[in-house]
Structure formats: C-alpha cells, structure tokens
C-alpha cells in the first residue's frame, strides 16, 4: 500500500549560511517555482537579526511580495493554501513572524544541547521552554501553526549527557503543552542510519498526536540509507533542500550538509511512498537551484 509523505523543501535553509545576497526578487520567483511544482511545505524565511544572518534580512519584503502574488493566483484558495514557515528564536522574531502577512507557520530550534543552546541562543533550558510555551499561546491565538524542532536530536559532539530518553521526555513535555509538528533534527549531520531508526522507533512511542518528522544532514552518499532508515521506522515527514544545497556549519565534514530533495523523492518511491510531487517538475527548479549555487555560493552544480 501506498504510504502519503510530506516534503517540506527547506530553501531558507539551504541560503541563509551563502556567502553572498540573494536579490529579493529572485527569492520570491524561486518560492513562486516551487509552489508551482507542487510543493505545498516550505521553510521559507527566518525573523533574526540580520546582523547575525544577513541572507535572510529581507524575509518581511520577500514574504510582502510573495503573499501579494498568491492572493492574486487561484492556488490560494482556501483548501489549497501553501504552509509557509518562518522560524524564530526569539520573542522579538516570534512578532515580526505575527505581523508578516503569508507566514502560516511558525518554527522554533529548541535545542537539547545546552551548550548548543547557550551558543545559539543564549538561553537557558528554562528560558528556552517558557519561550515554546508562549510561541504555542500566541500562535494559537494568531491561528497559525507551529513546529518545533528538536536540535541534537540525534546525538552531539560537545561531551554532554545524550540519549534517547532526552528526546522522549522532550517530546513527552510537548505532548503535554499540546505541540501537534515536531521534527528531530540531526544538527550536526553525524548520525549513522542505524542510529536514526533506533531513536525514531524509541521515541515513537511519545508522541501519540504528534505529527514526528525529521530534517537530516549527510554526506551525499550516505543520504539514501539514512532516509530510507527513517521512513521504515515510520516517518512520513521529510525536511529537505533541492541538491542538498546549505550546509552543516557544526560539522567537521564540509560535505555533510542537508539531504537532497531530489534524493528524498527517489528513495521513498523506491519504498514505496508517494510525495504527489512530480519528479518531472524539478527539472526547472533545479536549474535555478545550479544557478544559485553557482553565482551565490561558488558551490559546484549538481547534475
């Protein structure tokens, strides 16, 4: 039996490390490209300081325009509307997403690294978890989504206590405040594929009314094994980025950055498992990605 699977193409992931400025413009004709192919999950912009992240100083405009043209296109009624993600990471975020109009999720790196958390946020656990607490009231209050995802989730390398039953007492205290979208994240990109089936199977048990996906990092041969690791152990939701562009700025490995799209829909066809994307309709998508990756981040096309 065919099993439904949900891609949430990652482009604000894949940009926001480049070296160099992605006009506004040809963002939002990217995000134009890809709705338009059929993808109805994108991780589209983050509400940082651009001091921090530059790459992503133009998430209100580009979202401004973005939104101006789905409300002028026939996609956007009601039963059709895309999910736009924004991530945050703070307070101050959290209202430049409520007031952007477009954004129909917002996401949140909770990270159970405390030195993760201290170096990317400045936050302590407490501080972290009344933050997810006050993004589930306002964003309910707001009537948009919410997605938290689980930073380390899949082990770390700073010498600190790991184990799968941080992630489920971590997804235990999500269940309890009522988080319907989790994703565990394998930060660093170090996870093997056995490894990511034992903590996805482990942890399943946790999250009776959650939605549980996962946004990997992997070197581009070892990418299939460790989607295919993930779909059999019961995950039907994928985080990705077309050619794997972005990278994994806490790996040793600079080819470990995230799993291609392109790879994700080969490999859970091959299992079975049905994205409603047609692969054919990547083909344009993928030239604009080459052409980012070309003049943007001085990174090889991917063929």
């Not at 651009?50 to 790459?55: A, D, G, L, R």
Request: glycine content about 8%; aromatic content about 6%; charged content about 20%.
């Amino acid at each position: 039996m065919t099993s439904t699977i949900k891609i949430v193409e990652c482009p604000r992931d894949a940009w926001q490390g480049l070296p160099d400025f992605i006009p506004t413009k040809y963002k939002v004709a990217y995000l134009q490209a890809l709705l338009a192919a059929g993808f109805k999950h994108i991780d589209a912009v983050s509400f940082v300081s651009p001091k921090h992240v530059k790459q992503m100083s133009d998430s209100e405009e580009v979202m401004r325009q973005l939104a101006s043209s789905l409300r002028a296109s026939s996609s956007s009624a009601a039963n059709n509307t895309p999910e736009i993600i924004g991530i945050v990471v703070n307070e101050k975020g959290l209202e430049r997403s409520l007031a952007t109009p477009g954004v129909t999720t917002i996401g949140y790196p909770y990270s159970i690294s405390a030195y993760f958390r201290r170096a990317n946020a400045n936050m302590t656990r407490a501080e972290s978890r009344a933050l997810v607490e006050k993004l589930k009231k306002e964003t309910t209050s707001a009537k948009r989504g919410l997605v938290i995802y689980i930073s380390m989730a899949f082990g770390n390398p700073y010498d600190e206590p790991w184990g799968p039953e941080i992630v489920a007492e971590t997804l235990e205290w999500l269940k309890d405040i009522r988080i319907n979208t989790v994703s565990l994240a394998d930060t660093v990109g170090t996870a093997s594929a056995q490894l990511i089936a034992d903590v996805y199977r482990g942890v399943k048990d946790h999250v009776a009314g959650i939605e549980l996906g996962v946004h990997l990092h992997s070197r581009p041969e070892n990418a299939e094994e460790k989607i295919l690791a993930a779909y059999e152990a019961g995950c039907r939701r994928f985080d990705s980025a077309l050619t794997g562009l972005g990278g994994c700025p806490f790996a040793g490995d600079t080819l470990v950055g995230n799993i291609a799209t392109e790879d994700v829909l080969a490999a859970v066809h091959k299992a079975g498992g049905d994205s409603g994307i047609d692969s054919a309709a990547l083909t344009p998508l993928l030239q604009m990605t080459n052409e980012i990756r070309s003049k943007y981040a001085h990174a090889p096309m991917v063929q």
